[in-house]
């Protein structure tokens, strides 16, 4: 099985490649439960400071400055470690981090005295695109807005090629969803025949982003009972359909 990379730098709805692109999301969508695609979302320099500098200084933190990312919603709202056929995995997550005030909140959980500088650098990854010094903000455009985009773009295709054309019914239920951004750390695989470090699983969200740095290890369920590795290409994104937005396959 191989899932095609769909380009989807650039689009708008209803402009220009829209409809062929929107079949080609919707075909991978059907035929594999996920789509991969090609954004600008998360550019060479933004990923180095997020993967390379801030995600390290966060794991780095006590364990009980993590454990401080908790939810109402459940344990899988908030911080994640020591979970049974997870390796050496911890992971957390930053509600809504395409809000100012949510990246805030979770700042104050981690680093309660202010001015910690390796905030300074997660609020900009998380909500702004940096210069290349990663120094002050060059536009106005934001990392985590942008992914919500490409996150509901992807869905608006797939629904809009089920059939699915009502403007207002696709719009209510994409402002109904609720967004967080997880930052996931994997350590060496337990079973080293299988190189497993996390079981399989669904998730149980409507759709599941997934960025991959550098290191493969992401792989999806065939319609056989096979599984299919996804490449870590750089300039993509996995989005996968959870429970809640199965496609018939």
């Known amino acids: 099985m191989e ?7 650039g689009l708008e709805p209803g402009g220009p490649g829209w409809e062929e692109a929107r079949a080609a999301v919707t075909a991978s969508m059907v035929a ?3 789509v991969v ?3 600008d979302a998360l550019g060479p320099e933004l990923r180095r400071a997020l993967f390379c500098r801030a995600m390290p200084e966060v794991f780095a933190l006590p364990l009980e400055a993590k454990q401080r990312n908790d939810s109402r919603w459940g344990p899988f709202n908030g911080y994640i470690s020591g979970v049974p056929g997870m390796a050496m995995a911890e992971s957390i997550r930053v509600a809504e981090a395409a809000d100012a005030g949510s990246v805030r909140d979770f700042a104050s959980l981690l680093w309660p005295q202010q001015g ?3 905030f300074w650098v997660l609020k900009r990854i998380l909500l702004f695109n ?5 120094g002050p903000v060059t536009r106005s455009s934001r990392f985590a807005k942008n992914m919500l985009k490409v996150e509901r773009m992807v869905e608006k295709m797939t629904l809009e090629g089920l059939g699915v054309r009502d403007e207002k019914s696709v719009g209510d239920h994409l402002e109904s969803l609720t967004h ?10 337990l079973d080293k025949e299988t190189g497993v470090s996390m079981k399989e699983h669904r998730d149980d969200t409507m759709v599941t982003g997934i960025v991959q740095h550098e290191v493969e290890g992401l792989e999806l369920q065939a319609k056989d009972g096979g599984w299919t590795a996804v490449p870590p290409e750089p300039d993509t994104v ?8 199965r496609i018939a396959r």
């Open 3 to 9: 899932i095609p990379k769909i380009d989807l730098r």
């Open 32 to 34: 594999h439960g996920c």
């Open 37 to 39: 695609v090609a954004h």
């Open 116 to 118: 910690n500088q390796e």
């Open 130 to 134: 940096l210069s290349r010094q990663f």
């Open 180 to 189: 967080g951004v997880r930052l996931s750390r994997y350590g060496a695989p």
């Open 238 to 245: 996995t989005f996968v359909a959870g429970e809640q937005f």
